[in-house]
Protein backbone atom coordinates (compact mmCIF):
# COMPACT_ATOMS: atom_id res chain seq x y z
CA UNK A 1 0.00 0.00 0.00
CA UNK A 2 1.43 3.37 -1.52
CA UNK A 3 -0.09 5.38 1.50
CA UNK A 4 0.63 9.31 0.04
CA UNK A 5 2.79 9.73 -2.93
CA UNK A 6 4.26 13.01 -4.03
CA UNK A 7 5.50 13.75 -7.46
CA UNK A 8 8.27 14.88 -8.19
CA UNK A 9 10.74 14.45 -5.61
CA UNK A 10 13.03 17.02 -6.58
CA UNK A 11 12.71 19.99 -9.31
CA UNK A 12 14.87 23.14 -9.98
CA UNK A 13 12.70 26.16 -11.06
CA UNK A 14 13.66 29.81 -12.58
CA UNK A 15 12.15 32.90 -11.35
CA UNK A 16 8.52 33.32 -13.15
CA UNK A 17 8.11 29.74 -14.03
CA UNK A 18 5.28 27.65 -13.28
CA UNK A 19 4.53 24.40 -11.67
CA UNK A 20 2.23 21.86 -10.07
CA UNK A 21 3.04 19.53 -7.32
CA UNK A 22 0.86 16.02 -7.19
CA UNK A 23 -0.20 14.18 -4.17
CA UNK A 24 -2.11 11.32 -4.32
CA UNK A 25 -3.36 9.16 -1.38
CA UNK A 26 -4.43 5.43 -1.71
CA UNK A 27 -6.15 5.34 2.13
CA UNK A 28 -9.97 6.86 1.15
CA UNK A 29 -9.06 10.58 3.28
CA UNK A 30 -11.72 13.42 3.24
CA UNK A 31 -8.41 15.85 4.38
CA UNK A 32 -5.73 16.32 2.16
CA UNK A 33 -2.84 18.94 3.05
CA UNK A 34 -0.08 21.00 1.51
CA UNK A 35 2.49 22.20 3.87
CA UNK A 36 6.21 23.84 3.66
CA UNK A 37 8.93 23.22 5.54
CA UNK A 38 11.52 25.73 5.78
CA UNK A 39 14.97 25.64 8.76
CA UNK A 40 13.81 26.63 11.80
CA UNK A 41 10.29 27.26 10.86
CA UNK A 42 8.62 23.95 11.35
CA UNK A 43 5.66 22.99 8.92
CA UNK A 44 3.39 25.48 8.08
CA UNK A 45 -0.12 25.23 6.09
CA UNK A 46 -0.26 26.29 3.18
CA UNK A 47 -3.82 25.00 1.52
CA UNK A 48 -6.19 22.17 2.80
CA UNK A 49 -9.29 19.95 1.67
CA UNK A 50 -11.92 18.58 3.75
CA UNK A 51 -13.39 16.73 0.43
CA UNK A 52 -13.30 16.22 -3.04
CA UNK A 53 -14.31 20.17 -4.79
CA UNK A 54 -13.58 21.96 -1.51
CA UNK A 55 -10.14 23.54 -0.64
CA UNK A 56 -9.22 26.13 1.84
CA UNK A 57 -6.34 29.19 2.41
CA UNK A 58 -3.96 27.99 5.79
CA UNK A 59 -1.66 30.11 7.47
CA UNK A 60 0.72 31.01 4.03
CA UNK A 61 -0.99 30.34 0.82
CA UNK A 62 -0.19 33.76 -1.05
CA UNK A 63 1.45 32.71 -3.75
CA UNK A 64 0.06 29.21 -4.59
CA UNK A 65 -3.21 27.29 -5.76
CA UNK A 66 -4.90 24.28 -5.62
CA UNK A 67 -7.11 22.12 -6.55
CA UNK A 68 -8.89 18.68 -5.74
CA UNK A 69 -11.01 17.83 -8.67
CA UNK A 70 -10.81 13.84 -7.32
CA UNK A 71 -10.88 12.77 -3.72
CA UNK A 72 -7.14 10.95 -4.02
CA UNK A 73 -4.96 13.59 -5.49
CA UNK A 74 -5.12 17.12 -4.37
CA UNK A 75 -2.71 19.61 -6.66
CA UNK A 76 -0.14 22.54 -5.66
CA UNK A 77 0.38 25.34 -8.28
CA UNK A 78 2.90 27.94 -8.44
CA UNK A 79 1.87 30.35 -11.12
CA UNK A 80 5.18 32.61 -11.00
CA UNK A 81 7.41 30.90 -8.61
CA UNK A 82 9.91 33.25 -6.69
CA UNK A 83 12.91 32.52 -4.56
CA UNK A 84 11.14 32.48 -1.36
CA UNK A 85 8.86 30.10 -2.09
CA UNK A 86 12.46 27.65 -2.57
CA UNK A 87 11.44 24.68 0.56
CA UNK A 88 10.39 21.44 0.87
CA UNK A 89 7.10 20.57 -0.17
CA UNK A 90 4.86 18.30 1.94
CA UNK A 91 1.46 16.38 1.31
CA UNK A 92 -0.78 15.12 4.06
CA UNK A 93 -3.73 13.32 4.65
CA UNK A 94 -6.18 11.86 7.26
CA UNK A 95 -9.64 10.66 7.99
CA UNK A 96 -10.65 12.96 9.92
CA UNK A 97 -9.45 17.00 10.11
CA UNK A 98 -6.97 17.48 12.85
CA UNK A 99 -8.61 14.69 14.98
CA UNK A 100 -6.80 11.84 13.75
CA UNK A 101 -3.36 10.71 12.76
CA UNK A 102 -1.80 12.83 9.67
CA UNK A 103 -0.46 10.37 6.82
CA UNK A 104 2.32 12.04 5.13
CA UNK A 105 4.40 12.13 1.72
CA UNK A 106 7.96 11.83 1.54
CA UNK A 107 8.01 15.15 -0.01
CA UNK A 108 9.47 17.85 -2.73
CA UNK A 109 12.21 19.64 -2.59
CA UNK A 110 11.81 22.72 -4.95
CA UNK A 111 14.72 25.39 -5.54
CA UNK A 112 13.95 28.82 -7.28
CA UNK A 113 16.68 30.23 -8.90
CA UNK B 1 1.77 31.55 14.11
CA UNK B 2 3.04 28.59 15.31
CA UNK B 3 1.10 27.01 18.30
CA UNK B 4 3.51 24.69 19.54
CA UNK B 5 6.88 25.37 20.35
CA UNK B 6 8.98 22.22 21.21
CA UNK B 7 11.96 22.76 23.69
CA UNK B 8 14.72 22.51 23.49
CA UNK B 9 15.84 22.77 19.95
CA UNK B 10 18.29 19.99 20.20
CA UNK B 11 18.95 17.38 22.38
CA UNK B 12 22.29 14.72 21.83
CA UNK B 13 22.44 11.79 24.57
CA UNK B 14 24.22 8.07 24.72
CA UNK B 15 23.01 5.52 23.53
CA UNK B 16 20.62 3.65 26.44
CA UNK B 17 19.87 7.42 28.07
CA UNK B 18 16.87 8.65 28.05
CA UNK B 19 15.53 11.64 26.05
CA UNK B 20 13.13 13.86 26.43
CA UNK B 21 11.25 17.25 25.00
CA UNK B 22 8.84 19.71 25.51
CA UNK B 23 6.18 21.18 23.91
CA UNK B 24 3.94 24.02 25.02
CA UNK B 25 1.32 25.51 23.16
CA UNK B 26 -1.38 28.72 23.33
CA UNK B 27 -4.57 27.58 22.85
CA UNK B 28 -7.56 25.22 23.85
CA UNK B 29 -6.83 21.93 22.20
CA UNK B 30 -8.70 18.65 21.09
CA UNK B 31 -5.32 16.95 20.84
CA UNK B 32 -1.75 16.66 20.83
CA UNK B 33 0.16 14.42 18.41
CA UNK B 34 4.09 13.77 18.29
CA UNK B 35 5.67 13.14 14.87
CA UNK B 36 8.96 11.36 13.74
CA UNK B 37 11.03 13.07 10.50
CA UNK B 38 14.29 11.53 9.78
CA UNK B 39 16.56 13.30 7.55
CA UNK B 40 15.46 14.13 4.25
CA UNK B 41 11.94 12.25 4.80
CA UNK B 42 8.20 12.69 5.69
CA UNK B 43 6.82 12.87 8.75
CA UNK B 44 5.68 9.41 10.86
CA UNK B 45 2.97 9.71 13.54
CA UNK B 46 4.38 8.79 16.72
CA UNK B 47 1.43 9.48 19.21
CA UNK B 48 -1.86 10.75 19.65
CA UNK B 49 -2.97 12.21 23.41
CA UNK B 50 -6.36 13.84 23.72
CA UNK B 51 -7.16 16.62 25.83
CA UNK B 52 -8.59 14.73 28.52
CA UNK B 53 -5.84 12.08 28.63
CA UNK B 54 -2.95 12.72 31.12
CA UNK B 55 -0.41 9.85 30.46
CA UNK B 56 0.40 7.45 27.44
CA UNK B 57 2.60 4.79 26.45
CA UNK B 58 3.61 3.42 23.22
CA UNK B 59 6.16 0.96 23.54
CA UNK B 60 9.39 2.97 24.31
CA UNK B 61 7.15 6.26 24.15
CA UNK B 62 6.14 8.16 27.19
CA UNK B 63 3.25 11.17 26.42
CA UNK B 64 2.48 13.17 29.09
CA UNK B 65 -0.41 15.93 28.77
CA UNK B 66 -1.27 18.69 31.31
CA UNK B 67 -3.63 21.08 29.76
CA UNK B 68 -3.40 23.40 32.83
CA UNK B 69 0.07 24.48 31.80
CA UNK B 70 -0.34 24.35 28.01
CA UNK B 71 2.19 21.48 27.68
CA UNK B 72 3.23 18.09 26.94
CA UNK B 73 6.45 15.94 26.99
CA UNK B 74 7.81 13.41 25.21
CA UNK B 75 9.89 10.99 27.01
CA UNK B 76 11.93 8.11 24.69
CA UNK B 77 13.31 5.50 27.58
CA UNK B 78 16.34 3.04 26.38
CA UNK B 79 17.36 5.69 23.25
CA UNK B 80 19.38 3.71 20.61
CA UNK B 81 21.15 5.22 17.74
CA UNK B 82 17.67 4.51 15.50
CA UNK B 83 16.16 7.26 17.41
CA UNK B 84 18.14 10.56 15.97
CA UNK B 85 15.76 12.19 14.77
CA UNK B 86 13.47 15.74 14.26
CA UNK B 87 10.74 15.14 16.37
CA UNK B 88 7.88 17.49 15.96
CA UNK B 89 4.39 18.16 18.68
CA UNK B 90 1.36 19.22 16.42
CA UNK B 91 -2.01 20.63 17.96
CA UNK B 92 -5.21 19.65 16.51
CA UNK B 93 -7.26 22.55 17.95
CA UNK B 94 -11.21 22.75 18.84
CA UNK B 95 -13.64 25.21 17.33
CA UNK B 96 -13.80 25.83 13.50
CA UNK B 97 -9.95 26.04 13.08
CA UNK B 98 -9.61 22.23 13.20
CA UNK B 99 -5.77 21.95 11.40
CA UNK B 100 -3.18 20.01 12.52
CA UNK B 101 -0.42 23.14 13.80
CA UNK B 102 3.24 22.05 13.95
CA UNK B 103 6.09 23.53 16.29
CA UNK B 104 9.62 23.91 14.78
CA UNK B 105 11.06 20.62 16.67
CA UNK B 106 13.74 19.37 18.43
CA UNK B 107 16.72 17.68 16.89
CA UNK B 108 18.30 14.65 18.57
CA UNK B 109 21.18 12.65 17.89
CA UNK B 110 21.70 9.58 19.73
CA UNK B 111 25.68 8.71 19.64
CA UNK B 112 26.45 5.25 19.53
Redesign the interface.
Known sequence: NAG?TQTPKFRVLKTGQSMTLLCAQDMNHEYM?W?RQDP??????IH?SVGEGTTAK??VPDGYNVSRLKKQNFLLGLESAAPSQTSVY?C?S?YQ???????????TRLTVV | ??QGEEDPQALSIQEGENATMNCSYKTSI??L?W?RQNS??????LI?IRSNEREKHSGRLRVTLDTSKKSSSLLITASRAADTASY?C?T??SGSA????????TQLTVLP
Do not use: D, I, K
Not at chain 1, 97 to 107: D, P
Not at chain 2, 98 to 105: A, D, H, K, V
Open positions: VYYGMGLRLYGEFASEALTEAFFGQG | SQNNQYGRGLVHLFAGLRQLTFGSG
